[in-house]
């Protein structure tokens, strides 16, 4: 099941790179992102940016540092011959290190979870799907990445509003 859910959206990647690419960049990312944070600062919402960087640090940390080398998984265009992926300069990016649970995923929707962002909550999304587009995850890492995710942003947002006080 998880091969042809990857093989289906791995499909789309060729006629609708440019659209995977966006959401696959960091760079595009971070920058929606701080512009997230800043509308949060400006609305009156700066007391839920602490448990968000809490959030995006603990599920980075462990997603990077503990569970992928446990799990120890390879990535789908390590593994499967006929992947599409992005193309660089220099050949084909098929990223470096292991593939479950998926890192971008994770902190993707623990920010938007711990910040409530119905906005960034869909960057989270597209931002899942375009590493399976892009041959980096198969779609069980992203699953498991959004399901750390929003469970450690919004485990803190609920422990933050709980022993503060905060409505």
């Not at 599920?59 to 540092?65: G, Q």
Request: glycine content about 10%; hydrophobic content about 50%; charged content about 15%.
């Amino acid at each position: 099941m998880d091969e042809a859910l990857f093989r289906a959206l791995n499909g789309t990647y060729e006629a609708t790179d440019l659209w995977w690419d966006l959401f696959d960049n960091p760079s595009i990312i971070a920058i929606f992102a701080v512009g997230v944070v800043l509308s949060a600062w400006h609305a009156g919402e700066r007391r839920y940016l602490l448990p968000a960087l809490l959030a995006v640090g603990i599920c980075d940390l462990a997603c990077a540092r503990v569970l992928k080398p446990s799990i120890d998984r390879a990535r789908p265009c390590a593994v499967l011959d006929d992947v599409a992926m992005r193309p660089t300069p220099s050949g084909y990016l098929c990223g470096s290190g292991r593939s479950m649970p998926s890192c971008h995923a994770a902190n993707s929707a623990a920010l938007a979870a711990a910040l409530g962002s119905p906005a960034l909550a869909a960057v989270s999304v597209a931002t899942g799907l375009s590493r399976v587009a892009t041959g980096q995850h198969w779609p069980s890492d992203v699953l498991a990445g959004w399901a750390m995710g929003a469970g450690a942003g919004a485990g803190l947002r609920y422990l933050f509003r709980r022993a503060l006080g905060w409505r």
